[in-house]
């Protein structure tokens, strides 16, 4: 002992030291201690030195620190020291830093409250620890559950969960999450959805039975415990609950920052319902009851929801609204009871003031009489044996009677719904065994404690023995089972502190007696306590300062008790005549029920105690009758008493399972960890007793094995024996002198405490001597090397040296060589160079004298010419002068000549104008006009006789328009009329012709003003002409921009569009994924539901008495099945229909009514998804093809606008042939039906004129075609010329204007030039509104696809911000809602297609008759459509060639239940698979019904694929867990549908058939229909074989994966506590990777053999992956023990040989791999380094596939094996988290293991020829005939 302790108290050795703040601190030994130091030299954690000085008595040393490794161990008791700085510390290291609120110490779950919502309790949770064994996972409350529930199915023995602790510390949620863990895992034997009842519970009595206090939010004012029931089967059939202690004192009292119970704050925030007006409630701060705690509001609680959660649990649970209306009436009558006010009267007398609101709305509520209440309120009745006396009370005296009434009203309702909520949870099952939750108060100590505190510190005394008693008993099961010797181990025994309080002359007895005393008093009472047990009990203690108290030694404390108040606790006296007055209430009969002791209360649900069950506990505190006057009411101490007994006989009965719950600190901060108040608890639950008792013995136990692998290193290689029993015991015996410090057992060896911890010691030193000595060698040898590597670099410098030396030598020659010939060189440029100067100097002087002289001489001769033109210029002005002056004069004479001639000429007129031969000359050109109009009318007049002899058939068209001519004809001859009377007016126009000579003045005046303008005019032309100019560069400069930003927005448009479409391609194939997905787990549900609905079938079927010749029938039908079966299924189904009514009839009708309505609705469901699914396809093609559309129509929108008038044109030509093709058809359809033929003259007289007139047609839209080309050939070459006169010089203009000397003229061109610009200006703005136009379509199209993201957008953010659950329901939701207006607006258009093919079908009949009667002789030997539809096929015999097969298979209609039988229900997958083709069968039944299809039977076609359907799912149901069976349906029913679609007659079905196997389509009947039912069996086959594989590999997964050690000694093995994990050490029996190898081969070579489709096998491989991946993942997630380096290592080695197992097999592409990629970057994480930023930067990118909780929750798990690994740092994990804050993903920690992907089923047709298939005769199918 001497020298280990010398050994572990050595320099560095870390201890553990008491500190006043932190309880214990550590600190480091600076030097070694040897035996007799007085004291130690330490260094704490801070760098302080202090010295430690030891007890000079005891000498006792410090606490020794567990080694780093063991630190955060799942279980205390693997720590190898045992004391509780040890405990405390991994405590806090488990909930501080890596955030877990869980740990086991031995057979005890310590749960911390982390004051905050952990994702820890899903069901994906709950499902991962199903099954497990409690030490293979990290500690949880479902891992005490699963161990409960799974030792009650092994050991057949009832079981208890004793959940205790402070209030706050969370023993209630606790127990909830327990109870749902059951309601879970186990479900419910019946329909009556028990569980959910079950757990329906919690709110109800969390609202009447819990309230705010200063320590918890939700604290729990009363014990309870559920006893939940289960069947043989280990379902849950019902449940009872016991409660204990209510804390009625509340109802009238409650301390600052307190709340009264849950109930009556929810019905005041409540109290502005339409149901609650006649309460009469407001405000709680309005009652005395609910405002004393001055808190009445909760932080982030809704009283309004949780009461609608309250009332939805009162209706799953059977109490009706009138009921729960009652509950609320009374509970309303209590609060409006206590704000009634008591006032004196005198000293000894109170009064009640008249028409009190309060007690007025009391009595109106509770039905009583406001006189009665206000009389008993304030007096009370004594009784002696002569006399009834009424005294009055004080105002105090009655003030408590009146809370004492309102205590007792309450107490009373919450038995009764305790009561009530236990009939509802009861069944007419027998039950088998039962899982005990108790919930239930801890030790609990306060400033002031009294009657309550004392009840609940007694019970937790009493629980302590029981938990004492069972953790000793357990010790010694294990020691006795190891045949370890036994030495009894010394423990606190707490039974002298039971019987001071529970003994005859007790605590508990004289308290009885005290309260039996006529005045009997708390001071009396305590002074008896003094007298009887102050020196007879060390436990019990009087206060120094007071007589009114007493002190208990508790197991945990000691604790003051206050006397005040025990006695009238104790007694619970209420007022006899209040009771009756609340009795006497005729209004309100729930009232009168709660205070009817003596007969049991009504259940509202109307459900009656069963008598087949077990009898059960008293809820309530036993209650008997009254048998006479004398008899005495027992106390609540004497109640409490005989319950606690009761409870205790119950949890002796049972293996007890131990929760204890700690409340980290009083601020209920998050994850916030307090030592002071964690030690107080940890000392008062027990805790603490358990790691005395394991400590006291051989806490540390390892198998033989284990201990091996972990310390082989203190091992030499002689001392390894073949016997590792032998070897372990001959190590140990070297290692540890002392034999008192080990044990060898059976199977394990036993340690004491501190002789791990000791061993790890050693094994580190001889680690780390190993290590230096590597790390010599390593250095040696790297020294050397760095050595070598000098040398060699030296050698290699020298010669690069020298080398480098000759070649600056030989360049250096070489350079002075070539210097030499440089300067030669150079010298001869400089020469020559100067030379060439001289010569250009002097050349250049030669040029500039020689130019000098020239340009003298030309000055002289341009003089001489100047003067020459200036001559002739003089000359010739003064010539033109002269002339200019002659035509002045002649030009005036000839004015004065023609002026003189107009005079003569105007008398001439004047005489002239009288004469009559004027005025014809006049009317000359009327006559003409008229002449001419009247060759019109009659042009026009032949030309409509010409039409009316064409069309007779359409005169009646055609005669408006001659009337109209005629109208015009005559309007004509009108004006005719009028121009001949228009001749009397000569005198009229003489006086006319004077006034024009007087305007011919004025005109020829107007006419120099006329001249001015025009000159004006052309200047302002100029002007304009040079404004349009610009403004024509200006347009054009505008058309190049406008141009090129249309082309850069379609170039943005066109990308953008290419963007939209792939993305929103890819949201459509996620979307038909994820509709894929859903559907088939609709198909499951689906699936189950029948199969459910056939057990409780042949449950009903077998409880029937069987009748002779009975058989059950399967009622597996999908929804689109036929209703034709064939006859003897439908015999028996309908046999098996009339035995299930009857038996069902009398079980349960309503449960079989809610079945057939759920299969229902699952089957409108099914069909509506299904329908859903084909239109998510429908639109995807159309999606596609439509943007396709619009990609073209956005590149060739230009080209659509220049085509415009065209397109227009060439549409009006087709809708006339259109009109004149129909015309046609119905004239051949007159002609047809009227009694002329087509070759009648008045036929082709029609006809002819029909012809001529098509022909005018098109000669009068050429004409047109040729105008509007002429015309816009015209407007363009206008436009050009313009254009190119603006380009032209003004002078040319200028010169044009000039010659327009007359005004007509002028006005003429102006008017011209008025035309052009209109006509430009009609081009740009067309042009313009054009692309203004097409801007808007644009931008339009943009809108459309903005709106739609934003749509889409919102929809998605609002899904985001749902739990998962409700996100997809909302998605699914809106799917079906906008699925279904597509859906009926198809239908709609289905219908009118059905209908117009239904018309086209009667047309195309009795065209056929028609041309049938008129002996066409193209049509025989055809059959008409009509006929194939309406005439049966009569059998025909016809002659058959020999071997000349069809590939049709005939049959019996007789056979068929033989063929089924034979080929379906009886045939061995296995034989099939090895000797026959693959999909035999498949393609058998195909023949069949080819025959059946080729003789147009479709009775025999229904029949035959419903048997084949039913007898697939019949075989499926029998051999379901075969996968061989599974897979081979699989194979033959895909190869089946393949072959539906191969020979359906489809052309998209046809591409890859031969013209062979395109003749053997089938013929007659589309079979659409029941490809999409067989595609659902389909479905449905490969789930099941989805499940069946998931079955065989789960129990591999976890061993193989995880605990299986492929690379052998990476994985070292830990110490571990009492809750052994499974060894990784290979049993027998024990799966590796090589079995789930095997085991994927074997399901791969099934599959092949089968002839499954390739795809297939992709799909199933692909999910077999994902399960192992997810299941292995998971399980990481939730072992600490399995996330250290070295398991990511073995991770990583047996992904590689996953993915080698897929390269083997071709699989590599199948998408397999990409589902290992969580699982991989987990073992990455566990294996990269994590300390800096960049670290965790590395692992933000490397974690992709991994969740930041998954990510986070590693780290925490992280465990180094060796002392040489460090752990993860708190502030890298918040690193991490920081910068994961801003990912979008789940929540969600585990991945789904039940997830299966969405299957389909790719096409492959079938090269086999069906005509040389062959039926071998081990089929038996002797009676098939081939044709």
């Not at 001289?838 to 003089?863: D, N, S």
């Not at 006086?991 to 303008?1013: F, G, H």
């Not at 009775?1499 to 069976?1525: A, H, M």
Request: one cysteine or more.
């Amino acid at each position: 002992m001497n020298r280990e302790l010398e050994y572990m108290f050595v320099e560095r050795a870390r201890v553990w030291i008491p500190d006043a703040e932190e309880v214990w601190k550590s600190a480091e030994l600076n030097k070694d201690y040897k035996n007799g130091d007085a004291s130690l030299v330490l260094m704490l954690e801070d760098g302080t030195n202090i010295e430690h000085k030891l007890d000079p008595k005891t000498k006792n040393l410090p606490y020794l620190r567990n080694p780093d490794i063991l630190v955060g161990e799942n279980d205390l008791t693997a720590l190898s020291y045992l004391h509780e700085p040890a405990v405390l510390h991994n405590l806090k290291v488990r909930f501080v830093d890596s955030k877990l609120i869980y740990t086991y110490c031995g057979i005890v779950l310590v749960a911390i409250n982390p004051y905050e919502t952990l994702p820890i309790y899903g069901t994906d949770i709950i499902n991962a620890y199903s099954g497990q064994n409690m030490g293979d996972m990290d500690p949880h409350i479902f891992a005490v559950a699963e161990e409960a529930y799974k030792q009650m199915a092994r050991d057949e023995r009832n079981q208890s969960i004793i959940v205790s602790g402070e209030s706050g510390a969370g023993k209630t949620v606790s127990a909830k999450y327990a109870m749902r863990y059951f309601a879970t895992v186990s479900g419910s034997a019946s329909e009556a959805n028990v569980e959910q009842k079950v757990l329906a519970s919690n709110p109800i009595m969390e609202a009447i039975g819990n309230a705010k206090t200063t320590r918890n939010d939700n604290s729990s004012r009363f014990g309870k415990y559920i006893e939940i029931g289960f069947d043989t089967r280990f379902r849950i059939i019902g449940a009872n609950m016991r409660t204990y202690l209510l804390e009625k004192s509340r109802v009238v009292f409650q301390a600052d920052e307190e709340r009264n119970y849950h109930i009556f704050y929810q019905l005041c925030a409540s109290s502005h319902l339409p149901e609650f007006k006649t309460l009469k409630l407001s405000s709680a701060n309005d009652f005395l009851y609910t405002r004393q705690g001055r808190s009445p509001v909760i932080v982030g609680v809704d009283d309004t929801k949780e009461l609608n959660a309250t009332r939805n649990a009162f209706m799953l649970l059977g109490i009706n609204e009138s009921y729960q209306m009652g509950l609320f009436r009374v509970l309303a009558a209590i609060l409006h009871l206590g704000n009634v006010e008591i006032k004196d009267r005198d000293s000894d007398s109170s009064v009640i003031a008249p028409n009190n609101r309060h007690l007025t709305a009391f009595c109106e509520l509770v039905g009583v009489t406001y006189q009665d209440m206000t009389q008993w309120l304030c007096h009370r009745k004594l009784k002696t044996a002569a006399e009834t006396y009424i005294k009055p009370l004080p105002r105090l005296q009655a003030t408590n009677a009146r809370d004492a009434l309102s205590k007792h009203i309450y107490a009373k309702l919450f038995n009764w719904i305790v009561e009530h909520v236990n009939k509802a949870l009861i069944t007419n099952v027998k039950q088998h065994s039962f899982i005990g939750v108790l919930d239930i108060y801890g030790f609990e100590t306060f400033e002031i404690n009294s009657f309550e505190q004392f009840c609940i510190n007694y019970a937790n005394e009493k629980l302590q023995q029981q938990f004492n008693m069972h953790v000793f008993k357990l010790e010694q099961e294990e020691y006795m089972k190891e045949q370890i010797p036994w030495t009894l181990i010394d423990f606190y025994d707490n039974q002298p502190c039971i019987n001071l309080i529970e003994a005859k002359m007790g605590i508990l007895d004289l308290l009885d007696e005290e309260c039996k005393m006529p005045k009997g008093s708390d001071d009396s009472w305590a002074q008896k306590l003094y007298n009887t047990h102050l020196k007879t009990c060390s436990l019990f203690e009087k206060p120094r300062m007071s007589n009114r108290a007493f002190i208990i030694q508790h197991f945990a404390d000691k604790v003051e008790y206050q006397c005040d108040g025990f006695l009238e606790k104790n007694k619970d006296t209420v007022n006899e005549e209040q009771i009756n007055v609340l009795k006497a209430s005729k209004k309100f009969d729930l009232l009168v029920e709660l205070f009817q002791d003596e007969h049991p209360a009504t259940s509202p649900t109307g459900q009656v105690a069963g008598t087949g069950g077990r009898t059960r506990l008293s809820i309530k505190p036993d209650k008997s009758r009254e048998k006479s006057s004398k008899e005495h009411k027992k106390t609540v101490g004497c109640q409490f008493r005989n319950s606690l007994q009761m409870l205790m006989e119950t949890l002796n009965a049972t293996t007890p399972h131990y929760v204890r719950c700690i409340k980290p600190n009083d601020f209920k901060l998050a994850f916030t960890f307090d030592p002071k108040r964690a030690v107080q608890q940890l000392r008062a639950c027990g805790v603490l007793e358990t790691i005395r008792i394991s400590a006291a013995g051989f806490p540390s136990r390892w198998t033989y094995q284990e201990f091996f692998s972990r310390y082989r290193v203190l091992m030499k290689q002689k001392d390894v024996l073949p016997d590792k029993r032998l070897t372990c015991r001959n190590v140990l015996e070297k290692l540890v002198e002392d034999q008192d410090k080990y044990q060898f057992g059976k199977t394990k060896i036993f340690f004491r405490a501190g002789q791990v911890a000791y061993l790890e010691k050693l094994r580190a030193d001889k680690l780390r001597a190993a290590c230096i000595r590597i790390q010599k060698t390593i250095r040696c040898w790297l020294a050397r090397k760095k050595y070598l590597r000098k040398r060699c670099a030296a050698i290699t410098i020298q010669r690069f040296t020298r080398g480098y030396q000759a070649r600056c030598l030989a360049k250096f020659m070489r350079r002075s060589q070539a210097a030499t010939v440089i300067q030669k060189y150079q010298r001869m440029c400089v020469e020559k160079k100067r030379y060439r100067q001289k010569q250009a100097a002097a050349l250049a002087m030669q040029t500039i004298l020689r130019g000098y002289m020239a340009r003298q001489k030309y000055q002289g001769l341009l003089r001489q010419h100047m003067a020459v033109i200036i001559q002739k210029r003089i000359r010739g002005w003064l010539a033109r002068c002269w002339y200019k002056r002659c035509l002045e004069s002649i030009v005036y004479l000839q004015c004065c000549i023609r002026r003189m001639r107009a005079r003569r000429e105007l008398k001439k007129l004047k005489i002239e104008a009288r004469s009559v031969e004027h005025f014809k000359k006049l009317n000359k050109g009327m006559e003409n006009k008229i002449m001419q109009l009247q060759r019109k009318v009659d042009e026009q007049s032949k030309e409509m006789r010409l039409t009316n002899e064409r069309l007779n058939g359409l005169e009646t068209s055609y005669s408006a328009e001659s009337e109209r001519m005629r109208g015009e004809l005559s309007r004509l001859r009108g004006v005719e009329e009028d121009a001949k009377n228009k001749t009397i007016q000569v005198t009229s126009l003489l006086e006319e012709l004077e006034r024009l000579r007087k305007e011919l003045s004025v005109t020829q005046k107007e006419k120099k003003t006329i001249e001015d303008w025009a000159h004006t005019y052309r200047n302002e032309m100029e002007k304009m002409v040079s404004e349009l100019k610009e403004q024509n560069g200006s347009l054009k400069k505008d058309k190049d921009d406008l141009n090129r930003l249309i082309q850069e927005q379609s170039q943005q448009m066109t990308e953008k569009m290419a963007r939209a479409i792939a993305e929103e391609t890819q949201q459509l194939e996620t979307d038909l994924n994820e509709e894929r997905s859903r559907y088939q787990n609709l198909l499951t549900e689906h699936l189950r539901l029948e199969e459910k609905y056939d057990d409780l079938k042949e449950v009903a079927l077998s409880s029937n008495v069987s009748k002779p010749g009975h058989r059950r029938t399967d009622s597996t039908h999908s929804s689109n099945e036929s209703e034709y079966t064939y006859n003897s299924e439908y015999a028996e189904l309908e046999e098996g229909s009339r035995a299930a009514e009857d038996v069902t009839r009398g079980i349960d009708t309503s449960l079989t009514l809610k079945l057939q309505k759920r299969l229902t609705e699952l089957e409108q469901e099914k069909q509506s998804l299904r329908n859903e699914l084909e239109n998510k396809e429908d639109q995807f093609q159309r999606a596609r093809a439509r943007d396709d559309a619009e990609f073209k129509k956005a590149r060739g929108a230009e080209l659509e606008y220049e085509s415009l008038k065209r397109q227009e044109l060439e549409s009006e030509n087709k809708k006339l042939k259109h009109n004149l093709a129909e015309m046609r058809q119905s004239l051949l359809g007159n002609a047809a039906t009227n009694s002329g033929a087509p070759g009648s003259p008045a036929y082709k007289v029609l006809l002819d004129q029909l012809n001529s007139s098509c022909e005018e047609l098109d000669v009068r839209k050429e004409e047109v075609l040729i105008l509007r080309s002429q015309l816009v050939s015209q407007k363009e070459a206008m436009h050009h010329k313009d254009e190119k006169e603006t380009m032209t010089e003004p002078s040319v203009y200028v010169e044009d204007v000039s010659k327009l000397k007359d005004a007509d003229e002028i006005k003429q061109a102006y008017v011209g030039l008025k035309d052009t610009n209109r006509l430009l200006e009609h081009q740009l703005q067309t042009q313009r509104r054009g692309h203004d136009n097409e801007v808007e379509a644009l931008r339009g199209e943009l809108q459309n696809v903005k709106e739609e993201n934003n749509r889409q957008q919102q929809l998605l953010a609002q899904n985001l911000q749902l739990p998962p659950e409700a996100r997809i329901e909302a998605s699914l939701q809106h799917e079906i809602t906008r699925l279904t207006n597509e859906n009926l607006d198809l239908m709609e258009q289905l219908e009118k297609q059905d209908r117009t093919i239904r018309k086209l079908k009667k047309q195309l009949k009795v065209y056929s008759k028609r041309i049938g009667e008129m002996g066409a002789g193209q049509t025989e030997g055809q059959t008409s459509p009509g006929q194939m539809v309406d005439e049966p096929i009569h059998p025909v015999n016809i002659p058959r060639r020999e071997k000349d097969f069809q590939g049709m298979l005939e049959y019996k209609k007789e056979d068929e239940l033989k063929l089924v039988k034979n080929l379906i229900l009886e045939l061995k997958p296995r034989g099939v698979a090895v000797n026959l083709i693959p999909g035999l069968p498949a393609y058998i039944l195909f023949m069949c019904l080819r025959h059946a299809d080729y003789v147009n039977d479709d009775q025999k076609v229904r029949t035959l694929l419903t048997s084949t359907i039913n007898s697939i799912k019949k075989i499926l149901k029998k051999r379901g867990d075969d996968f061989e069976t599974v897979s081979f349906w699989l194979s033959n029913t895909c190869r089946f549908l393949h072959c539906l679609k191969q020979y359906s007659g489809d052309e998209a079905f046809m591409k890859h058939n031969t013209s062979r196997q395109n003749e053997h389509c089938l013929s007659n009947f589309d079979l659409a229909e029941y490809r999409q039912v067989i595609s659902d069996l389909a479905i449905q086959i490969y789930q099941q074989l989805i499940k069946c594989m998931e079955n065989i590999l789960h129990p591999m997964i976890v061993s193989g994966m995880l605990e299986h050690e492929t690379i052998q000694g990476v994985s070292g093995v830990k110490p571990t506590g009492l809750r052994k994990r499974t060894s990784s050490i290979a049993d027998e029996g024990t799966y590796t990777l090589d079995s789930i190898l095997r085991q994927l081969s074997a399901f791969h070579s099934t599959m092949c053999q089968h002839g499954t489709d390739p795809e297939l096998i992709k799909q199933v491989v692909k999910q077999q992956f994902y399960i192992i991946g997810a299941v292995t993942l998971n399980n990481l997630l939730l072992r600490k023990d399995m996330c250290s380096w070295s398991k990511g290592m073995q991770i990583r080695y047996n992904v590689s040989q996953l993915e080698e197992w897929l390269r083997d097999k071709g699989l590599m592409t199948c998408g397999a791999k990409e589902t290992l990629e969580p699982l991989i970057q987990a073992a990455q994480l566990l294996q990269v380094k994590k300390k800096t930023d960049e670290d965790a930067e590395a692992i933000c990118s490397m974690c992709q596939a991994l969740t930041t909780a998954q990510i986070v929750k590693v780290l925490n798990l992280y465990t180094p094996v060796n002392e040489f690994e460090e752990r993860v740092s708190v502030a890298f994990i918040r690193t991490i988290q920081t910068r994961l804050r801003d990912r979008c993903e789940s929540p969600q920690l585990l991945m789904d293991t039940k997830m299966i992907y969405p299957v389909t089923f790719p096409f492959n047709p079938s090269c086999l020829a069906l005509e040389t298939i062959q039926i071998p005769s081990s089929l038996q199918l002797g009676f098939l005939t081939r044709v």
